[in-house]
């Protein structure tokens, strides 16, 4: 057996003790809730009671147990005899020997053990003698609990041979079929006066018989349903719901071959059938394949209940396996009934049930030490099997008349007993897997829900890492700006002020170019959406006044440009700032009276292209002084958004061409 | 610069100052001293004074600036829309960023003055205002384009009522705001357009007007929303 099979036919004691408490508490306010099926609940009980009821008290006439005789008082003797005999059609009790022994019924004989080796058989008379009022307009009958021999029976009524049974000898069923003569009126209309019952039976077979009640067959044959419905009837009811759920659970393991429970379940209750299948059928007892199985299947089955704990309790026991496998085996092989084997004698039966026995209560005792602290269930099991082991030793008291003839063979009700006892275990496992599924699922609506949480957390750090990131940079981008441009511009102005060196109309002029400077970078982070001709159309809005009061004409030459996706903040601020120095060197430098500005769009990028009619420069001497420094600026910036800067300069003017990729591989350049 | 005459057809403008910086409010007071035809009518430092102001005879032109000591400018924007109704409310800033000058559109306002405008330029604007005129400013013309694509098919906006749809751009204030996204200035608009000058600019006043009114519709939609209002 696997470790993991254990799975399902494991108990979980832990578990099952908080669910039940749940369960407790759930069930009133399910049932009040719940009235439709409160309802059907009292209805289908009600009428099962209702139905018991009926039947017992209705069909059982014991209301009318006045009109019935209990012949209680009897004699009896034995004669020998050399060998079964028909019994005579009709008997004069006279004819008899007057050898009576009077006695009380129920008859119980305790043939000697140490028999001498005396007759081959006796026979057993017992004589009742019936005085009463009777009525024989109606069906009479006669009734007992039991006849026990192991002969021929037969019953003579004022002489007259009425019954007879047995005739083979003891059948399987006799002893738990109570006995039931009827009399009709037609054939015997003189009333009963003397009953006579002959019992032919081996020397050492103990004889016994019941109390015997006659009345009215009306009046009588509820005890006798009532009787054999108890002895017979339910025992069979039980044994056959024991095999249909036994081949469910079979059909259970064709589904779920890893699960061995399901297959013992099915194996228990097939043996238990065979077991037990004795109580009810009619076969003669003999030394042959049905015997032999009656004796051995007793000794399987507890060979499957021992491995049924095993898989409870989970403990390999290895040499109780081999022991309980090899005993069986062995008793099958002693008891063949076949010509060369050993005859099945009295002796040698004795020996396979002490077997048997000692087999039992291994099982239960060695079972019970392993499961009472481990499994709730094991512990069941080994209950179930000391309630069997005592009905089969009322069994045992039965037969060999330790208990009176009237007794119960309650042995049959230990197929009872194993089958409420695996019901019971299949309705904890269902109760519990359908707990446990429902758990399971609850388990996981709540993982989900952690997880959803959890997911939404890690999105809220992303989020705020992004928002400090973005911040950072930000913070960075504008520090820079500032530290260049502003900051620099601001501590000449404040020295060349402080040094008296500026007029008042020059630093004015340096403060409106840090204010230009500062609109600019505000601008920078309106978002622009991609639209460089916005950005453009800015930094027009935003020098407009200063061109005016130069006196010089801007020509607005603007084409449509397509949209650039990597038109950052910062990428805008270079851009700004790269058309911002290219047009104050115009105004500063060149004394120009128009400037044109002018977009156009290439294959692989736009190009903003800016014009003067000043008078120029030389570009290669201005980049290779140190003076050059807006220049450079400039050509810092424009690589530091993938782009470039060029200058066409002669005497007629310059022409300035900024170039921007339409795409960047590279966003994360500063 | 030709100053129209004193008295004459274009009568006199009158201002009123909610500022509480001295030296603009001085710098506006010089500015609008060298101009015959604009007149200041009274001048506020605070929210209160300012509210104050408006319960004496209405100014053509409110110049308040939104930073005041004890509040926002926005209230006195407000206050004056309610009750100087014929006057033209003007905000003061120092960058004419988006967050300042939209949100006083949306309550009322009718345009913005750079505050480090030259004199000269500081007169025009406020002649511009007076006679109907707004003044715009690239980056505002694309909020205000968004603003209103927004409200015609925003999924999120509230239904517009047939009232309010008269509100929408027309075709060519739509287009006005487009070439100003594009950096043209209000005469090559109208040269563009084959409109005047004027036009543009009166344009440009009647989609500042709009986005008031949709504005005011937006909050009341809002409100009925949240219930601060009923039916």
Not at chain 1, 559 to 585: G, K
């Amino acid at each position: 057996m696997k470790p993991g099979i254990r799975g399902f036919w494991t108990a979980n004691s832990v578990r099952t003790s908080t669910l039940r408490s749940a369960v407790i508490d759930r069930a009133p306010r399910r049932f009040l809730k719940n009235l439709p099926a409160l309802a059907a609940l009292v209805f289908s009980v009600t009428l099962l009671v209702a139905l018991g009821a009926f039947l017992s008290l209705a069909g059982s006439g014991i209301q009318r147990s006045g009109e019935c005789l209990h012949l209680t008082k009897a004699s009896w003797q034995e004669v020998e005899t050399p060998g079964y005999s028909a019994p005579p059609a009709s008997l004069d009790s006279h004819s008899l020997p007057q050898a009576w022994h009077a006695t009380a019924l129920p008859l119980t004989m305790h043939p000697l053990a140490t028999a001498p080796a005396g007759p081959a058989n006796l026979i057993t008379w017992v004589r009742l003698g019936v005085d009463g009022p009777q009525a024989i307009t109606a069906s009479w009958a006669l009734y007992g609990i039991r006849l026990k021999t192991d002969g021929p029976i037969a019953i003579y009524i004022n002489g007259k041979l009425m019954y007879r049974a047995q005739q083979r000898g003891q059948q399987w069923n006799s002893l738990f079929t109570p006995l039931w003569v009827g009399l009709e009126p037609g054939v015997s209309d003189t009333p009963v006066r003397e009953i006579v019952i002959r019992l032919e039976h081996s020397p050492a077979y103990p004889v016994a018989v019941s109390s015997l009640w006659l009345g009215p067959a009306d009046a009588l044959r509820g005890r006798y349903q009532v009787r054999q419905w108890l002895q017979e009837g339910l025992p069979a009811m039980l044994n056959a719901a024991f095999l249909a759920v036994g081949v469910f659970a079979l059909f259970v393991w064709l589904k779920r071959c890893h699960e061995p429970g399901y297959l013992l379940f099915f194996n228990l209750s097939a043996i238990a059938f065979a077991a037990h299948l004795h109580y009810y059928v009619d076969l003669p007892i003999a030394h042959d394949w049905f015997g032999w199985l009656v004796l051995n299947s007793l000794c399987w089955l507890l060979t499957a209940v021992h491995f049924l704990l095993r898989l409870l309790h989970g403990r390999p026991l290895r040499w109780l396996s081999r022991g309980m496998i090899a005993a069986p085996l062995l008793i099958g092989v002693a008891s063949l009934p076949l010509p060369w084997a050993l005859p099945n004698s009295p002796p040698m039966l004795a020996a396979f049930y002490a077997v048997e026995l000692l087999m039992a209560m291994t099982v239960g005792f060695v079972g019970g030490i392993c499961t009472w602290r481990s499994s709730r269930e094991g512990r069941l099991v080994v209950v179930a099997i000391a309630i069997s082991v005592l009905l089969g030793m009322s069994d045992w008291a039965l037969h060999n008349n330790v208990i009176g003839p009237e007794g119960w063979f309650l042995g049959a009700y230990t197929n009872g007993v194993t089958f409420t006892l695996l019901g019971l275990l299949m309705y904890r496992r269902y109760v519990n897997a359908i707990d446990e599924v429902e758990q399971v699922n609850a388990g996981l609506a709540q993982r989900l829900r952690l997880r959803e949480v959890e997911l939404e957390e890690s999105h809220q750090r992303l989020r705020e890492i992004e928002q400090r990131q973005l911040l950072s940079d930000e913070r960075q981008r504008l520090m820079q700006d500032m530290h260049d441009g502003l900051g620099s511009t601001l501590i000449s102005a404040i020295r060349s002020v402080e040094q008296g060196r500026m007029r008042d109309i020059e630093v004015s002029q340096l403060l409106k170019d840090c204010m230009d400077d500062l609109k600019l970078a505000i601008d920078s982070m309106e978002p622009v959406e991609a639209d460089l001709l916005l950005l453009l159309a800015t930094l027009r809005f935003r020098l407009e006044p200063r061109m005016e009061s130069a006196n010089v004409a801007l020509m607005w030459n603007v084409q449509e440009l397509p949209a650039l996706s990597w038109l950052d903040p910062s990428s805008a601020l270079n851009i700004l700032r790269i058309v911002q120095e290219c047009i104050a060197n115009v105004l500063r430098h060149t004394r120009a009276t128009v400037i044109r500005v002018a977009t156009s769009a290439a294959a692989d990028g736009v190009q903003v292209i800016i014009e003067d009619n000043g008078q120029g420069f030389d570009v290669a001497a201005t980049l290779w002084r140190a003076g050059g420094r807006g220049l450079h600026n400039q050509q810092r910036r424009a690589q530091a958004v993938d782009g470039r800067v060029a200058w066409v300069s002669g005497e007629t003017g310059t022409r300035f061409t900024l170039w921007l990729p339409l795409q960047r591989g590279n966003l994360a350049v500063m | 610069m030709e100053l129209p005459a004193t008295g004459q057809t274009t009568p006199l403008i009158h201002v009123a100052i909610v500022e509480d910086d001295l030296c603009f409010r001085l710098a506006l007071t010089e500015a609008i001293a060298s101009a015959g035809d604009i007149r200041v009518a009274g001048t506020a430092g605070t929210r209160a004074e300012g509210l104050q102001l408006l319960q004496g005879a209405p100014a053509d032109v409110l110049l308040v600036d939104l930073g005041l000591p004890d509040g926002s400018g926005i209230d006195v924007i407000k206050a004056a829309v309610q009750q100087w109704s014929s006057c033209s409310v003007m905000v003061s800033t120092n960058f004419g960023d988006e967050t300042h000058v939209i949100r006083s559109i949306e309550v009322g306002a009718s345009g913005y003055l750079l505050k480090d405008s030259s004199p000269a330029k500081i007169v025009n604007e406020i002649r511009n205002l007076a006679s109907g005129g707004s003044p715009i400013s690239p980056i505002i013309a694309r909020q205000v384009l968004a603003r209103f694509r927004q409200i015609g098919g925003g999924g999120a906006s509230p239904p517009v009522a047939p009232e309010e749809t008269t509100q929408l751009l027309s075709a060519r204030e739509k287009e006005v705001l487009e070439l100003i996204t594009k950096g043209f200035t209000a005469n090559e608009i109208a040269k563009l357009m084959s409109l005047s000058p004027f036009t543009v600019r009166s344009f440009v006043r009647r989609i500042y007007s709009k986005l008031n009114v949709t504005s005011k519709a937006e909050a009341i939609y809002e409100a009925r929303n949240q219930g601060i209002l009923d039916g």
